[in-house]
C-alpha cells in the first residue's frame, strides 16, 4: 500500500476468487504466502514498483531496490512454480531515447549517474527487462508490458503523483496547473481502461491472434495522440468548465524526457490489442468520477 489506497480494492471483495495478502513483493516467503493460500499459481502479474518522478530523484536506492529485487524474487517464483509471467515495466527502461516512436525493440540510451538520479527508476526497470530475457531462454514464459502514462480516477495527485492526477488535484482545490518547464515536453497517454485490457491479454493469451509465440516479446501500450504539457493543461481546463484555473510555469524535474510517443506495433498485431479511449473521452470520464467523490 505504497502508494495505493485499500477501498479501491473494495469492488473486487465480493468475488469468490479474490484473496489479498498483504507483504513484500521483494519477500519468497510473502510469495510463497499467495501461492499456499491459493493452492497453486499459474499466471504472475508483476506490476510492484515505487513510481513517480519525484520519488526517483529523492530515493532513488528505494526505487532500484524495490524495481530490481522485487522482479528477482517473482521471476525465480514463476521459474519454481511453473508459471506465466508478465512484467509491467515501462517506457522509462528506454531511457534518454530520442528517436521516435518507440519502437518494442528500440535502444536504451541512458545518461552519465552523476548527472541526476531521474533514471533510477527506467535503468532498474532495463534490468528488470534483462532478467526476465535471461529467464525466457532457459524456459520461462515470459512477456514483458511497457505501458505509456497511463491514467484514471484513482491515480494519486499528490506531489508524487503523475501529471494528470495531480492536474487534476489542483482543479479541485482551485489552485493553478504547475506545468513543468516550457511545457512543451510531450507524452502519449492512455487510459486505465486500455492499459488493463492491454495486461490482461499479454498474460491470458497463449499465443498470439494469428499463433505467434509470446514468450520473449515486449509489448508498448499507448495512444498514438503525443500531447504536450501546456495542450494537456488547456484541455483540462475545458473538461471542468467553470471551474478552470491559470496554468503557470514552474521549474521542472533534472533529465526530463523531451518526448516519448510509442509504436504499438507487437501490441496490435498479436495481442489485438488497441487503444479504445480517446483522450478527451477519458479525461471527461475521470473527472465525471472525480466529481462524485467527496
Not at 519477500?27 to 526517483?56: P, V
Request: with cysteine; proline share 3%.
Amino acid at each position: 500500500m505504497f502508494r495505493g489506497r485499500a477501498e479501491n480494492l473494495e469492488v473486487c471483495t465480493s468475488h469468490a476468487s479474490f484473496h489479498f495478502v498483504s507483504g513484500d513483493a521483494c519477500s519468497k516467503e510473502d510469495l510463497q504466502r499467495c501461492y499456499d493460500h491459493l493452492g497453486g499459481i499459474d499466471l504472475i502479474h508483476h506490476l510492484a514498483a515505487i513510481n513517480g518522478t519525484r520519488w526517483f530523484h529523492e530515493a532513488a536506492r528505494h526505487v532500484i531496490d524495490v524495481n530490481i529485487n522485487a522482479t528477482l524474487a517473482t521471476v525465480e517464483k514463476a521459474i519454481e512454480w511453473g508459471a506465466r509471467y508478465v512484467l509491467a515495466s515501462s517506457p522509462e527502461a528506454f531511457g534518454d531515447l530520442s528517436s521516435m516512436p518507440l519502437k518494442e525493440e528500440s535502444e536504451s540510451l541512458f545518461p552519465n549517474a552523476s548527472h541526476h538520479q531521474r533514471f533510477a527508476y527506467g535503468a532498474s526497470k532495463y534490468l528488470d527487462e534483462v532478467a526476465v530475457q535471461h529467464a525466457v531462454r532457459n524456459g520461462l514464459d515470459g512477456r514483458i508490458v511497457r505501458p505509456f502514462n497511463g491514467y484514471g480516477a484513482r491515480l494519486i495527485g499528490d506531489e508524487y503523483g503523475q501529471v494528470v492526477a495531480m492536474m487534476f488535484e489542483a482543479i479541485r482545490s482551485q489552485e493553478p496547473i504547475n506545468v513543468h518547464g516550457s511545457g512543451l515536453q510531450t507524452r502519449s497517454f492512455t487510459h486505465v481502461d486500455d492499459l488493463v485490457n492491454g495486461f490482461y491479454l499479454a498474460g491470458n493469451l497463449a499465443e498470439g491472434i494469428k499463433g505467434q509465440p509470446l514468450s520473449g516479446c515486449c509489448f508498448n501500450l499507448g495512444s498514438e495522440e503525443e500531447v504536450n504539457m501546456l495542450s494537456l493543461a488547456q484541455s483540462i481546463n475545458e473538461v471542468v468548465g467553470s471551474q478552470a484555473v491559470d496554468i503557470v510555469l514552474s521549474e521542472g524535474y533534472h533529465g526530463d524526457t523531451v518526448r516519448r510517443l510509442p509504436d504499438c506495433f507487437n501490441a496490435v498485431a498479436m495481442l489485438g490489442w488497441s487503444p479504445a479511449v480517446s483522450l478527451k473521452d477519458g479525461l471527461m470520464s475521470v473527472w465525471s468520477q472525480l466529481k462524485g467523490q467527496p
